[in-house]
């Protein structure tokens, strides 16, 4: 019962502050506190609560513009991952915001287990149809379609319907118990399974790609991410499928990209390769193996499986295959990657060698094969080059003090595979926008020139790869990102990296590009304390003024930082 009544103390939180989804337009107007308790707090309790890896539960205030319902849902796996479809239970919070419902209740909005896109009419007599073939008879279940629910969806596709008592620890037990029951018959009542691996490269349902869908389910591992780093890693990779995750070693790094590929993987086995570099790798053999000098006709193939890898992908080129690189500079990365960097910059074959069909003697680099490298920097690696830098988006961890007081504040219960194979169904998709043509940035054009010229000045100018890969990445990130977080990202991600040198080198660049971040009218120090509504850009602006902090204090800098 003590999870029921954390449960009930969030709500109660969030009732306290009604005034705050009353008011606000868009997701950042929403008391931070109650975002948190509606969309990890809660729904992360809730998963104490169920102590079943086969459930996801998620939470919404709402995608950029906020919801007029805020929701949590548990959704059954084998039946749907989406809100969107299927069925599943779900947490409505009442028109005025002070009271919440729990409901057996529908998705409506793309075709699922009941038909195709749903008229108010079809979700009424849906809700019939369900009810009848159930059957279930309970004085608190509510079927009348009185809710006080301000979206009507919601409200015309609750199933069953109970106003939830957050001062009764005992009754919400026996409520929630009475759904989850019900959830379970229903899945015992109907076809819900879901299609076996052997099935579905022919059978599977192909949705359209969802950010939404991605960032809630990895979330629901109970791994702690900002929604916008999940965004910019699947959005970098959509640009281009080569993404450098750098940072604070333990921050997450691994288990975020990890937990990114087996979202997205049908068989996980088959399309997620990860491998561990070693600081004796000095050519490419751990990566694509070699032919036996001893027997001329033996092909070795490597014991890390990427070969094997890139051999399977090009064979499926439909589904998204991720190599996962982690410490990708414990050796010199040209050392062991010179194939794959050359591969990507001249869209040539891997040559191998001039044997038999059981290893081809080149092999493409594969259009959906995804490679997501992990760095950290200490005395034990070395640095990347430019070359290898400007080849991939390079994202940054850092850990934020809220995020670190969440940690240490709570128990933590880390379940990946609430995460596995969520998105498989969308996987098809991401990779035909990860292959598609894109136009060039126009919008940007002279934020980008303003930087280029900055750059210039000591030889770390971009060609025109990176303002393709720019345009890319603002192409998919501009239309959900908030405004100027896409640029400022891109900015952060493609152009910075690059920068390394003396003080007498970067100092004059730093300052003329700090300048370029900020907002127009605004006349402030690169060493003045930083406020980030001073700034068109601010998180570039930031990471301009920590490397400035750096070399004045060391006399050397560089975008990776120990």
Same mark, same amino acid.
């Given at each position: 019962?003590?999870?029921?009544?954390?449960?009930?103390?969030?709500?109660?939180q969030c009732?306290?502050k009604?005034?705050? @989804?009353e008011?606000?337009?868009? &997701?950042s107007?929403i008391? !931070?506190? /109650?975002?948190k308790? $509606?969309?990890?707090?809660?729904?992360q309790?809730i998963? @104490?609560?169920?102590?079943?890896s086969?459930?996801?539960?998620?939470?919404?205030?709402?995608k950029?513009r906020?919801?007029?319902?805020?929701?949590i849902?548990?959704?059954?796996k084998?039946i749907?991952?989406?809100?969107r479809?299927?069925?599943y239970?779900?947490?409505?919070?009442s028109?005025?915001y002070? =009271?919440?419902?729990?409901t057996?209740?529908?998705?409506?909005? /793309?075709?699922?287990?009941f038909?195709?896109?749903l008229?108010k009419?079809e979700?009424v007599e849906?809700?019939?149809?369900?009810r009848n073939l159930?059957?279930?008879?309970?004085?608190?279940?509510e079927?009348?379609?009185?809710?006080?629910?301000?979206?009507?969806?919601?409200?015309?596709?609750a $199933?069953?319907?109970?106003?939830?008592?957050?001062?009764?620890?005992?009754?919400?037990?026996r409520v929630l118990?009475?759904?989850?029951?019900?959830?379970k018959?229903?899945?015992?009542?109907f076809d &819900?399974?879901?299609?076996t691996?052997?099935q579905?490269h022919e059978?599977?349902?192909i949705? =359209?790609?969802?950010?939404?869908?991605?960032v809630?389910s990895?979330?629901?591992?109970?791994?702690?991410?900002s929604?916008?780093?999940?965004k910019?890693?699947?959005?970098s990779?959509?640009?281009?499928?080569f993404v450098?995750?750098?940072?604070l070693?333990?921050?997450g790094?691994?288990q #975020?990209a990890?937990?990114?590929a087996?979202?997205?993987s049908e068989n996980?086995?088959?399309?997620?390769?990860?491998?561990?570099?070693?600081?004796d790798w000095?050519?490419?053999e751990?990566?694509?193996g070699?032919p036996n000098a #001893?027997?001329?006709?033996?092909y070795?193939l490597?014991?890390?499986?990427v070969?094997q890898?890139?051999?399977?992908?090009n064979?499926?080129?439909?589904?998204?295959?991720f #190599?996962?690189?982690?410490?990708?500079?414990l050796?010199v990365v040209?050392r062991?990657?010179?194939? @794959?960097?050359s591969a990507m910059?001249?869209g040539?074959?891997i040559?191998l060698w001039?044997?038999?069909?059981?290893?081809?003697?080149e092999?493409?680099?594969?259009k959906n094969?995804?490679?997501?490298?992990?760095?950290?920097v200490d005395e034990?690696?070395y640095?990347?080059s430019?070359k290898? #830098?400007?080849?991939a988006n390079?994202?940054?961890f850092?850990?934020?003090?809220?995020?670190?007081?969440?940690?240490?504040g709570?128990?933590?219960?880390?379940n990946?595979?609430n995460?596995?194979?969520?998105?498989?169904d969308?996987?098809?998709?991401f /990779?035909?926008?990860?292959k598609?043509?894109?136009? !060039?940035?126009e919008k940007?054009k002279e934020v980008?020139l303003?930087?280029?010229?900055?750059?210039k000045?000591?030889?770390?100018?971009f060609?025109y790869r990176?303002v393709?890969?720019?345009?890319?990445?603002? =192409?998919?990130?501009?239309?959900d990102?908030?405004?100027?977080a896409? $640029?400022?990202?891109? $900015?952060?991600?493609?152009l910075l990296?690059k920068? =390394?040198g003396?003080r007498?080198?970067?100092?004059?660049?730093?300052?003329?590009?700090?300048?370029?971040c900020?907002?127009e009218g605004?006349?402030?120090?690169?060493?003045?304390?930083?406020?980030?509504?001073?700034?068109k850009?601010?998180?570039?602006?930031e990471?301009i003024q920590r490397?400035?902090?750096?070399?004045?204090?060391n006399?050397f800098?560089?975008?990776?930082?120990a």
């Amino acid at each position: 019962m003590e999870n029921i009544l954390t449960i009930n103390k969030g709500f109660n939180q969030c009732f306290e502050k009604a005034s705050t @989804f009353e008011q606000a337009q868009i &997701t950042s107007d929403i008391d !931070k506190v /109650v975002s948190k308790l $509606i969309t990890r707090t809660i729904p992360q309790e809730i998963s @104490f609560y169920l102590n079943d890896s086969n459930y996801l539960v998620n939470g919404s205030v709402g995608k950029g513009r906020a919801t007029k319902t805020p929701w949590i849902a548990i959704l059954d796996k084998e039946i749907t991952t989406s809100t969107r479809e299927g069925v599943y239970i779900v947490f409505l919070f009442s028109s005025d915001y002070k =009271h919440v419902y729990l409901t057996l209740n529908q998705g409506t909005t /793309v075709p699922g287990q009941f038909g195709p896109r749903l008229g108010k009419k079809e979700i009424v007599e849906n809700s019939k149809r369900i009810r009848n073939l159930l059957n279930i008879k309970d004085d608190i279940l509510e079927t009348d379609g009185n809710a006080d629910i301000a979206d009507e969806r919601y409200k015309l596709g609750a $199933i069953y319907y109970t106003l939830w008592n957050v001062n009764d620890i005992k009754e919400g037990e026996r409520v929630l118990k009475l759904y989850l029951s019900i959830y379970k018959k229903y899945k015992e009542s109907f076809d &819900t399974k879901p299609i076996t691996s052997i099935q579905a490269h022919e059978t599977m349902t192909i949705l =359209h790609f969802s950010i939404t869908s991605v960032v809630e389910s990895l979330l629901s591992t109970g791994l702690i991410y900002s929604e916008t780093l999940i965004k910019r890693l699947a959005y970098s990779l959509m640009a281009k499928p080569f993404v450098i995750l750098s940072g604070l070693a333990g921050s997450g790094k691994t288990q #975020l990209a990890l937990a990114f590929a087996k979202c997205l993987s049908e068989n996980i086995e088959e399309q997620v390769c990860t491998v561990s570099i070693r600081a004796d790798w000095t050519n490419r053999e751990p990566l694509l193996g070699y032919p036996n000098a #001893l027997k001329g006709d033996e092909y070795v193939l490597p014991e890390s499986g990427v070969l094997q890898l890139l051999m399977r992908a090009n064979e499926d080129p439909s589904k998204p295959y991720f #190599l996962i690189l982690d410490e990708m500079n414990l050796s010199v990365v040209e050392r062991y990657f010179a194939d @794959f960097l050359s591969a990507m910059e001249s869209g040539e074959p891997i040559k191998l060698w001039d044997g038999n069909d059981d290893v081809p003697a080149e092999i493409p680099l594969p259009k959906n094969v995804f490679i997501i490298g992990t760095i950290n920097v200490d005395e034990t690696t070395y640095m990347f080059s430019p070359k290898v #830098l400007d080849r991939a988006n390079v994202i940054e961890f850092k850990i934020a003090p809220d995020e670190m007081e969440e940690y240490l504040g709570k128990k933590v219960n880390i379940n990946l595979e609430n995460a596995y194979s969520a998105c498989a169904d969308m996987a098809v998709d991401f /990779v035909n926008k990860a292959k598609s043509q894109v136009e !060039k940035d126009e919008k940007n054009k002279e934020v980008l020139l303003s930087f280029f010229k900055e750059l210039k000045k000591v030889n770390a100018e971009f060609g025109y790869r990176t303002v393709n890969e720019i345009s890319r990445y603002l =192409h998919f990130a501009e239309g959900d990102l908030e405004d100027g977080a896409a $640029i400022d990202t891109a $900015i952060l991600q493609k152009l910075l990296p690059k920068l =390394h040198g003396s003080r007498k080198k970067i100092v004059p660049v730093l300052t003329s590009m700090w300048k370029l971040c900020l907002n127009e009218g605004v006349a402030k120090e690169i060493d003045a304390e930083f406020n980030a509504t001073d700034f068109k850009y601010p998180e570039s602006a930031e990471k301009i003024q920590r490397m400035y902090q750096a070399v004045v204090d060391n006399g050397f800098t560089s975008f990776a930082e120990a």
